[in-house]
C-alpha cells in the first residue's frame, strides 16, 4: 500500500516479507521491459506486446498481496448501522445547506447519500424473508378459535410471547430503514435541484470578451507565475524520481513509459489491419460494413487509453506519482481518450476516400473535407480538456482561464460552421444528381447545430465565455454520442438481423429447439433489434441532456426503483422480477419443447402405439408443460396459487356466460385426446365435409379435405354431433365395385372373372375374402357387386380405380359384353306423315322454292 502526499511517499508492508517481494517484482518487470524493448527493436510487435503485458502484470501483482492481507473491518450491529447511516444523512444536510459549495462537492455528496440509500434499501430487502417467516410462525403458533380458545402449554404460549418481540423487533429495523431510504431520495431531490441551480446561475454570468485587450493583457501577466509553478511541478517530481531507493521504480518508469511510446502506434497499426476495408469494394455486405466501423472506433478509442493507463499504473505502483502529478495523468488520460474516440469515430463514419464503406451518404469530395474538419475540432477540444485540467492542478488564475476558454470555444463555433457548410453542400450536391440523402432527422439537426454554432461564437464575443465554452462543449459532446449511435443502431440492427435469419446456425437452433417458423423467427430478430436501438437512443438522450441540469442519476434512479420493485398490497412488482419470470416462463416452454422432441424422436417411435395416441401423448404432454410453467413464473412473481385459484373461481361465473363456447370446445379438445373417438390421421366425414385429421388444437379441429383444403371445425362439434371415422378402430376398409353385363352373359363365368381379379390385386385382403353378389335383372344388364377388404382404406379410391380397368379389360377378352340402356318408342297417329312421304317419294307432290327477294337499291 503506498500513500503519497506532497512528495513525500510511506510503504506499508502488511508482512516482513513485503520489501523482498518488492524487490522482486521490480526486479522482474525491469527484464521484463527490457526485453519488450529489444523484441521492439527486432520488429517482433506480437512478442513485444506479450512481454509489455507480462511486466505490467507483474507490476500489479503487488498490490494483490496487501490487498489480500487486510482485516475485515469489523461488523456493526443493525441498529448501530441504522443510527450511523442517520447522522451521516444530518451531515449531509446540513452540507447541503452551505451556500459556498461547488457542483464537484454536490456530486460528491449524491454519490454519499445514494450509497446510503442503496444501503438501507439493502437492509429492508434483507429483513423482508424474516418478517415473512416470523409472521407465518406467529401464525402457525395463533389459537384456532378465540372464543373457545384450546388448551395451550407454557411452552407454546412463550414462544407466541417470544415470535412477537422479535417480529416487533424486525418490523421496527425495517421501518426505519424504510424512513432513512425517504428521507436519503428527499436529499436527492434537494441535490439535483440545487444543481440545476447552481448550473443556470454560473452559465449565463458575464465576463470579458475575447476581444477585450484587458482580459488578454491580464492573461499574458498571469502565464509566468502558472508556467513557474508548472517547473516546480516538474522539478518536484524529477527529485521524487531520482531519490534513494527510488532507482528502480524510476527505470521501470522510464522503460514502460519508452514502451509505451514506441508500441502504442505500431500496435495500433497492426490491429486496424486485422480489419480491411478495400476502397475498390463499392457494394460491401451490411454486416461487414458496420463490423469494420466498429473495430476501427474500438481500436482507435481504446489504444491511446491502454498506453497513458499503463505509464499510470506503473507509476502509481512504484510510488512515483505524487497527487498533483495523478491529477495532471487523470486529464491527459481523458484528453487521449476523447481524441482516439473522435479520431476512431470520424475514420468509421465518413470513411474518407471508401465511398462504398461510408455510413453517412455524402460525396468524396465533402468527405475528404468534414474528415480535416473534425479532426481539428477534436484536436482543438483535446487541447482545451488538457489546458481545463491543469488550471486546475496549477491554480491559473481566473483571466487565463477566461482567455484560453473563450479562444477555444470560438474556434470550435467557427470549425462547426466549417462543417455544417460542407455537410449541406454535400447533401445538396446528392440531390442534386438523384441520389438518396439523409433522412428526416438530419433536416432537423443541421439547422440546430447552425443555430447552436453561431451563438457560441456570439457569447464568446459578448463575454458570455461559460455559455460559450459549455455549447462548445455540448457541440463536440453531442457529435460523439450522434456518432457512436449511427454506428451503435447499424450494429444492432446487422446483428440482430443476421443472427435471426432462418438459414443461419441461430436460426436453425431456434427453430429446431422452438419449433418457430422462418417467419417467426425473423419477427422474434425485428422485435429485439427494435427494443436495443430504443435502449440505445435512451442512453443516448440521457448523455446528451446530462450536462444541461438532467441528472442521469436521478433517471437511472427513478428505472432501477421500476426495475428492483414497488409494492401493491402484498405483491411486489418489479421489471426485474416480470422479466424473470418471464424467462422462466419461455424456460419452461423450452425443456416442454425438448422432452416433446425426445418423446417424439426416441421414445414413442420404440413403442406399438398407434399414431393417434402417441399424439395425444405429444399434445397432452405440451398442456402439462406450459401449465407448469406458468404456475413457476406466478409463484416467482409472488402470486400466490390459492388466490390465483380463488380468482378462477370467481371468474368461473363469467365464464359460464360470456365464454361458454371457447370453455365448452376446450374441454371438448381435452376428451378428443382423452377418449380418441378421432385422432390425427384419421379419415372421417363430418356432415357434407370429409378428410384427414391433421391437428387436434385447443379449440378446433383441423381437417384437409381431398382438395388440399384446411376445415376448421369446432372441437364441440365433433362430440355432440355424428362423425364417420373410417379409421377408428383399424385402417381396414370395404370397397364395392357395381359391374353390369348383357343378358346373354353366363353368371358363373362373371363372378369367377371378379374374384379373380380381385384376390389377384395385392392391396386387396385374402382375409376377408372377396365376394360376388348378383344383386338384380336390370333393365338393360345383369348388375353384380364385387365387395372386397383392404388392408389401409386409404388407397380405396386408387384401388377401386384398379380393379374397374382390369375388369373391362377382362371382360371385352372373354368377349362379355357390357350393356348400355335401351329403350323402345312407340308412336302412334303418324298415318298422314308416312302417306305425305310416300307421295313425295313417287313425285306426285313437288315442293314450292322459296322466291329470290328483290335486290336492294344501291
Not at 452540507?95 to 461547488?102: C, G, Y
Not at 389459537?143 to 418481540?165: L, N
Not at 437452433?509 to 419477427?523: D, K, N, V, Y
Amino acid at each position: 500500500m503506498v500513500l503519497v502526499t506532497g512528495g513525500a511517499t510511506c510503504h506499508s508492508a502488511a508482512k516482513t516479507g513485503g520489501y523482498a517481494r518488492q524487490r522482486f517484482v521490480n526486479r522482474s518487470a525491469g527484464k521484463a521491459i527490457v526485453t519488450a524493448l529489444s523484441l521492439v527493436r527486432r520488429s517482433s510487435l506480437r512478442a513485444a506486446l506479450t512481454a509489455f503485458l507480462g511486466a505490467i502484470l507483474l507490476a500489479l501483482a503487488f498490490l494483490v498481496g496487501p490487498a489480500s492481507a487486510q482485516q475485515p473491518a469489523p461488523q456493526l450491529d443493525v441498529q448501530q448501522q441504522l443510527d450511523a447511516w442517520r447522522v451521516k444523512l444530518d451531515q449531509y444536510a446540513a452540507t447541503l445547506k452551505r451556500e459556498t459549495i461547488r457542483n464537484k462537492d454536490l456530486m460528491a455528496l449524491r454519490g454519499e447519500v445514494d450509497k446510503v440509500r442503496a444501503d438501507a434499501a439493502d437492509q429492508s430487502a434483507r429483513l423482508a424473508p424474516s418478517v415473512a417467516a416470523s409472521e407465518a410462525r406467529l401464525k402457525q403458533l395463533a389459537p384456532t378459535d378465540e372464543k373457545t380458545p384450546e388448551i395451550e402449554t407454557p411452552e407454546i404460549k412463550a414462544e407466541r410471547e417470544a415470535q412477537q418481540k422479535e417480529l416487533a423487533r424486525l418490523q421496527g429495523i425495517v421501518k426505519q430503514a424504510q424512513v432513512l431510504e425517504l428521507r436519503a431520495n428527499e436529499l436527492l431531490d434537494d441535490i439535483a435541484n440545487r444543481r440545476r441551480d447552481e448550473f443556470a446561475r454560473r452559465l449565463f454570468e458575464p465576463t470579458s470578451s475575447v476581444f477585450s485587450p484587458t482580459l488578454w493583457r491580464e492573461a499574458a501577466e498571469s502565464l509566468p507565475p502558472v508556467l513557474a509553478s508548472f517547473a516546480l511541478l516538474l522539478q518536484d517530481w524529477s527529485r521524487l524520481l531520482l531519490s534513494q531507493g527510488r532507482a528502480t521504480g524510476t527505470v521501470v518508469f522510464l522503460a514502460t513509459l519508452g514502451l509505451a511510446i514506441v508500441v502504442a502506434s505500431p500496435l495500433r497499426r497492426y490491429l486496424l489491419r486485422l480489419t480491411t476495408r478495400d476502397p475498390s469494394v463499392t457494394d460491401p455486405k451490411p454486416l461487414e460494413k458496420v463490423m469494420a466501423a466498429t473495430w476501427i472506433t474500438l481500436v482507435n478509442a481504446l489504444a491511446p487509453v491502454a498506453a497513458v493507463f499503463a505509464v499510470e499504473a506503473i507509476m502509481e505502483q512504484f510510488g512515483v506519482m505524487p497527487e498533483r502529478v495523478g491529477a495532471t495523468m487523470a486529464t491527459l488520460m481523458r484528453a487521449f481518450a476523447f481524441l482516439g474516440l473522435a479520431h476512431g469515430l470520424a475514420r468509421a463514419v465518413v470513411a474518407p476516400g471508401r465511398a462504398g464503406w461510408r455510413l453517412i451518404p455524402l460525396p468524396d469530395e465533402a468527405a475528404d473535407r468534414l474528415m480535416w474538419v473534425l479532426l481539428a475540432v477534436s484536436s482543438i477540444y483535446a487541447i482545451g480538456i488538457a489546458l481545463d485540467g491543469l488550471s486546475d492542478v496549477l491554480l491559473a488564475p481566473l483571466p487565463l482561464i477566461v482567455s484560453l476558454g473563450g479562444a477555444i470555444a470560438m474556434t470550435v463555433g467557427i470549425l462547426t460552421l466549417a462543417g455544417l457548410r460542407t455537410v449541406t453542400r454535400g447533401l445538396v450536391a446528392l440531390r442534386s444528381e438523384g441520389k438518396r440523402a439523409v433522412g428526416s432527422i438530419w433536416n432537423w439537426l443541421l439547422p440546430i447545430g447552425w443555430l447552436v454554432a453561431i451563438v457560441t461564437i456570439f457569447a464568446s464575443v459578448f463575454g458570455y465565455v461559460a455559455l460559450a465554452w459549455f455549447l462548445a462543449t455540448q457541440i463536440i459532446w453531442a457529435t460523439t454520442i450522434l456518432g457512436t449511435l449511427v454506428v451503435l443502431l447499424l450494429f444492432t440492427d446487422e446483428l440482430f438481423t443476421t443472427a435471426f435469419r432462418a438459414e443461419s446456425a441461430f436460426g436453425n437452433t431456434l427453430a429446431g429447439s422452438m419449433g418457430f417458423s422462418a417467419h417467426t423467427i425473423e419477427q422474434i430478430g425485428v422485435i429485439l433489434s427494435g427494443l436495443m436501438r430504443l435502449l440505445v437512443l435512451s442512453i443516448a438522450i440521457l448523455l446528451v441532456l446530462a450536462p444541461w441540469g438532467i441528472d442521469s442519476g436521478n433517471v437511472l434512479g427513478s428505472a432501477m426503483k421500476a426495475l428492483v420493485g414497488f409494492r401493491i398490497g402484498g405483491i411486489t412488482f418489479s421489471i426485474a422480477s416480470v422479466f424473470s419470470g418471464l424467462l422462466i416462463f419461455i424456460a419452461g416452454i423450452v425443456v416442454t419443447r425438448a422432452i416433446q422432441r425426445w418423446l417424439d424422436n426416441r421414445l414413442l417411435p420404440r413403442t406399438r402405439l398407434d399414431a393417434g395416441l402417441k399424439n395425444s401423448i405429444h399434445t397432452g404432454f405440451g398442456y402439462v408443460g406450459i401449465i407448469a410453467a406458468a404456475m413457476f413464473a406466478f409463484t416467482y412473481l409472488g402470486f400466490n396459487l390459492e388466490n390465483v385459484a380463488i380468482v378462477a373461481g370467481a371468474l368461473s361465473v363469467g365464464i359460464g356466460f360470456g365464454l361458454q363456447s371457447i370453455v365448452n370446445n376446450f374441454v371438448s379438445g381435452l376428451i378428443l385426446l382423452a377418449e380418441r373417438p378421432i385422432k390425427t390421421g384419421d379419415w372421417i366425414i363430418v356432415g357434407d365435409t370429409q378428410g384427414y385429421v391433421r391437428r387436434i388444437n385447443v379449440r378446433a379441429t383441423e381437417i384437409e379435405t381431398f382438395d388440399r383444403c384446411s376445415v376448421i371445425i369446432p372441437n364441440s362439434d365433433l362430440i355432440s354431433g355424428v362423425v364417420k371415422n373410417w379409421m377408428h378402430n383399424d385402417t381396414m376398409g370395404r370397397i364395392i365395385v357395381p359391374v353390369g353385363v348383357s343378358y346373354g352373359s353366363d353368371p358363373d363365368q362373371v363372378k369367377k372373372i371378379l374374384l379373380d381379379i380381385a384376390a389377384g390385386h395385392p392391396m386387396v385382403v385374402a382375409y376377408p375374402e372377396p365376394k360376388v353378389f348378383f344383386m338384380n335383372f336390370g333393365e338393360s344388364s345383369l348388375d353384380f357387386e364385387l365387395r372386397c377388404f383392404l388392408g389401409n382404406v386409404d388407397y380405396a379410391l386408387s384401388v377401386s380405380s384398379d380393379l374397374r380397368f382390369a375388369i373391362l379389360k377382362a371382360l371385352r377378352e372373354a368377349h362379355i359384353e357390357i350393356p348400355f340402356p335401351q329403350r323402345d318408342l312407340n308412336l302412334h297417329g303418324l298415318d298422314p306423315v308416312e302417306a305425305l312421304a310416300k307421295a313425295l317419294g313417287e313425285g306426285k307432290v313437288r315442293v314450292a322454292e322459296k322466291p329470290d327477294s328483290p335486290a336492294e337499291p344501291s
